[in-house]
């Protein structure tokens, strides 16, 4: 019955023993220093005991200038943050798994004042500050980025390549998504440049194009790079790109001529229509446009979505985010016939604050 989703399956030099990446979820649970924590070890190796074959960390963010985004988010911006993760490392590795590093840059959704917000333009982020992760009130309006602030933002997504291959990491993962920095350079209202990086949508995704040659650079040319993107973001759920299609397939194909090693896509529903006049959806117009291996994020808990999206060629891989929180033996369960928990809000309190033991 689950002849795809439980298929092993080859990513870059990655041999994965099935389909199912944990997909990346901000938790705010590392030491105030932004290091990892034996708590945070803990965490992610149920997972890979559970049965994911991958598992993506959180956002970590890349320069102790301007990137963080939350108190009690983990970074490796430097060298102690970076050995911090190696106990994770090792944690996941031992229970069978692999672990990529995502690389997030805050941009202008920032919800604390130690530093002011820059992003591509001088533009209050819409909506609210992220009561879950600790924020109130509106966003400030952040400071518009020279050309030596985007060259500082470059350099620090490398070196935190760098980084994270020396420690241990098996890839990391550009995020590009969600509304965070580099998803601020692709959407029209929130870049209002007029240089090289602004106007077209070719001219919006370059940093992000940048970002991933430099890394690539850094890493070499066998190293897992990845990248994430999105339309909607943590303050703009909804959002989708002006030009449909049009604007997929120049993203996509400029991504792919960086030589990442795969796309991974996130929509609201991931086995919907990316856009009101297409059948197609997001992760299959990656396919399509990037001729990339796709992992496809949203809405595919539920294990006969993730197996019909697979088995029609739409994704590669699949990520599973709150349904895993609840589940983190969500793929030992499918295998053994046993009911899966079911997600709640309710439910996300428990998971973050788990005892010691209950991480055994």
Known sequence: MWNNLFSNFQLGGLDLPNRAVLAPMTRTSAELSGKANEKMARYYARFAKGGIGLVITEGLYPNHVNSRSYNYQPGIADEDQAASWQPVIEAVHREGGKVIAQLMHAGALVQHNDFTAIAPSAVQPVGELLKEHGGSGEFATPREMTKEDIQIAIDSFAQA???????????????????????????????????????????????????????????????????????????????KWANGEKDAQTIFEQLAEASPTYIHTTEY????????????????????????????????????????????????MIAIGREALVNPDWVNKIKEGRALNVFCHQSLEPIATLREEEYA
């Open 161 to 239: 390549a760098v980084r994270a291959k020396k420690v241990g990491f098996d890839g990391v993962e550009v995020h590009g998504a969600n509304g965070y920095l580099l998803d601020q350079f692709v959407t029209d209202y929130t870049n209002q440049r007029t240089d090289e990086y602004g106007g077209s949508t070719e001219n919006r995704i370059r940093l992000t194009v940048e970002v991933l040659h430099a890394i690539r650079s850094a890493v070499g040319p066998n190293y897992i790079v990845g990248v994430r993107i999105s339309q909607g973001k943590v303050n703009d759920f909804h959002h």
């Open 269 to 316: 529903k991931a086995f919907a229509p990316a856009f009101a006049n297409t059948q197609f959806t997001l992760a299959e117009l990656a396919k399509r446009y990037s001729h990339l291996p796709v992992i496809a994020n949203g809405k595919l808990g539920d294990p006969e979505k993730a197996e019909s999206l697979l088995a029609d060629g739409a994704a590669n």
